[in-house]
């Protein structure tokens, strides 16, 4: 089995696990298991890094660089895998070097930002995932792909928010963005999975139907949350 199989398999198994203990109320091995899915998440996200770094020198080694570029090769990884990830985000260059998931989760904020400016929201970023609207409200935005099947696992910064935006991206690129307004977040603020000061959310797709596993609260439809931008339009809802 390869390591992209296995860290996959660990993930999977480990979230079945997470999902059993919500159903049980069972908080501790919620938080417990949870943790197992971040780190494992930390090191999908390492290999992948990986992979971005050995495709681009396959690439200068097929076709060799001129001097600019071979100062590239001199850089350490910490300051080449930043460089790559600037590179991935220009257009023409994005099909020839794979993001890295940190990149593709800037990018997708960056277009869901831009996205609502067009409906009269605007959306200033603080720092992070963080953002405020024109009222100061808070507002996190996270994003996740589809790692496993039907399944999407987010983390944000625990803040006293005004409105979530859970960017869920399918194996077949189409995004679904769930907007949460104040009232559901402080309603089941107490009962989320905190790991080391983040915020996490478990998102599963059955069927039609969109549901949160929140621990002590059992799965919470969401369906009703996607696109549902009057969450950062009025006032009230901040």
């Known amino acids: 089995m ?7 398999h660990l993930k999977k198994f480990a979230l079945e696990k997470v999902e059993g203990a919500a159903k049980k109320s069972d908080t501790q091995n ?9 780190e494992i998440e930390r090191l999908s996200n390492i290999l ?10 396959e690439k200068k080694i097929k076709n060799p660089p001129d001097s600019a570029s071979d100062n590239l090769l001199s850089q350490d990884s910490e300051q080449f895998i930043p460089r790559l990830d600037s590179l991935a985000r220009s257009s023409s260059l994005s099909k020839y070097i794979k993001e890295s998931p940190r990149v593709r989760g800037e990018t997708k904020r960056r277009e869901f930002v831009d996205s609502v400016k067009e409906a009269g929201i605007n959306l200033i970023h603080q720092r992070g ?19 496993q099947p039907n399944r999407w696992f987010l983390g944000l910064p625990d803040n006293d928010y005004a409105a979530l935006v859970l960017i869920c991206e399918t194996d077949r690129s189409d995004l679904l963005n769930f907007i949460l307004p104040s009232d559901f977040f402080h309603k089941y603020r107490d009962s ?40 950062l339009k009025h006032k009230h809802n901040l």
């Open 2 to 8: 390869s390591l992209e199989n296995r860290i996959q």
């Open 129 to 147: 995932a963080l953002y405020v609207t024109d009222h100061d409200g808070l507002v996190g935005i996270a994003y996740a792909s589809e790692r």
């Open 30 to 38: 919620v938080i417990l298991n949870s943790r197992m899915v971040e």
């Open 192 to 231: 989320f999975s905190f790991v080391k000061g983040q915020i996490k959310f478990n998102i599963v797709c059955r069927g039609n139907d969109y549901t949160m596993i929140i621990p002590n609260s059992g799965n919470i439809r969401i369906n009703q949350f996607l696109n549902n931008y009057n969450a």
């Open 48 to 57: 992948a890094d990986i992979h971005v770094k050995v495709d681009s020198l």
